[in-house]
């Protein structure tokens, strides 16, 4: 359903590079004009706002929904009609997004901008009406109330740094917060060790021998694509997860409420193809991994189609986008490209977490700092990342539990 609305200025955008937040000229009107848009943008998301990507749309609503096993779904992927030569299926600021109906930086929308075209924007223009160009959906409307919950313990991170892992994990369980409060959880692991109590990690092992693919220059961690490939099938043959509406993965270091993400979440509507929870705006991938919420069926497409994904020239991890110009691919990155890929719909949801290494969460005078930390005092999001230290991560916990 197109909407039309006139505001008073015209923003201009640039092409965003991976992860890095779009530049954008800013003025003093700023908060009117994304306020109008703002509004406009929840009136039609309720009805036209997500996008299934390109493949037989009207197919894939009549055949999944959200109670659709792993096996069904996998037999499923011959049919849908998905462009695997596109680098991804979304426009960028400098493309005609009228065809693709989304935007690959998230928080854009695509705006009409002549008979046969359409710019992606944060704002509406300056002159004129601002009809959104969309791509019609249905969503499953009935409550969404349950989670299956997990974390990822890394013994070898390849990393000279000392990590506070499994101590995070051992006291989390402990005091039964993070992911031992969800529904039900696991801990994934390279080794097979204790937490306390009868938690123990589960192993997964190199199949493919990718773990120790490569290491990021910055922390000179393993890249840890290879390893989650592994926790995700393990994930997808013990099959607990699909007894649960939510499948959401949490970084150790990533202070977690549960029962916050659960007030926020609950109520979403969820396409019958399945969601993933954007967390991080102004990017071109928006999908940040300190904390990943899928719905049942995105998570069931993702292990379904893992391996395809591994080696498709769009999804390839150990190339990365652009060539390799960044780098292999981190897990939540890859996740992303391959759920779009198979017509899993990504959600706005900016306000789940509170997280350093999203720019757009940064205060104005902390932008560029990359080790910024919220003040949990004050911050009320389901998670806020990162707090690599039990002392700092406890504290944390205490000052933003509710009240």
Not at 75 to 104: F, H, P, V, Y
Request: net charge neutral.
């Amino acid at each position: 359903m197109p909407v039309a609305c006139s505001v008073e200025e015209d923003i201009e955008v640039s092409e965003p590079m991976l992860h890095e937040t779009v530049a954008t000229q800013r003025t003093s009107r700023m908060s009117k004009i994304g306020g109008v848009l703002s509004a406009v943008l929840l009136l039609s998301a309720t009805v036209a706002l997500f996008r299934h990507g390109n493949y037989n749309a009207s197919s894939a609503t009549t055949s999944l929904d959200e109670s659709t096993d792993l096996a069904e779904i996998a037999n499923q992927q011959a049919n849908w009609q998905i462009n695997t030569k596109e680098r991804d299926l979304c426009s960028g600021t400098k493309d005609n997004c009228m065809d693709s109906g989304c935007c690959k930086t998230s928080g854009f929308k695509c705006i009409k901008s002549g008979d046969s075209a359409g710019k992606c924007q944060r704002y509406c223009p300056k002159i004129g009406p601002c009809t959104l160009v969309t791509r019609m959906i249905t969503f499953d409307a009935k409550e969404h109330k349950t989670m299956f919950c997990f974390s990822v313990y890394t013994k070898n991170t390849g990393s000279t740094k000392k990590s506070h892992e499994k101590e995070l994990l051992t006291m989390q369980n402990a005091k039964k917060v993070s992911i031992f409060a969800c529904d039900a959880h696991a801990v994934y692991s390279d080794v097979e060790v204790s937490l306390g109590g009868d938690v123990t990690t589960i192993k997964v092992d190199d199949a493919d021998d990718d773990f120790h693919f490569a290491k990021r220059k910055t922390s000179g961690g393993w890249v840890n694509t290879g390893m989650f490939h592994q926790v995700w099938k393990a994930i997808g043959r013990q099959g607990t997860y699909s007894s649960y509406d939510w499948t959401i993965k949490v970084d150790p270091d990533a202070v977690f409420f549960p029962a916050k993400l659960l007030e926020r979440i609950h109520l979403l509507p969820v396409p019958p193809s399945g969601g993933f929870l954007q967390n991080c705006e102004g990017v071109n991938y928006g999908f940040f991994g300190n904390l990943e919420v899928f719905s049942k069926t995105a998570f069931s497409i993702l292990v379904a189609n893992v391996d395809k994904c591994k080696t498709d020239t769009v999804s390839d991890w150990k190339v990365g986008v652009q060539n390799g110009k960044y780098g292999p691919m981190g897990e939540d990155l890859f996740a992303e490209m391959c759920l779009r890929k198979n017509g899993v719909t990504e959600i706005e949801a900016f306000d789940i977490t509170t997280d350093g290494a999203c720019e757009a969460k940064r205060p104005g005078d902390q932008k560029k700092n990359k080790k910024w930390k919220a003040n949990c005092a004050g911050t009320s999001t389901p998670a806020i990342h990162p707090f690599k230290k039990p002392s700092e991560y406890f504290a944390c916990m205490d000052a933003a539990a509710p009240q």
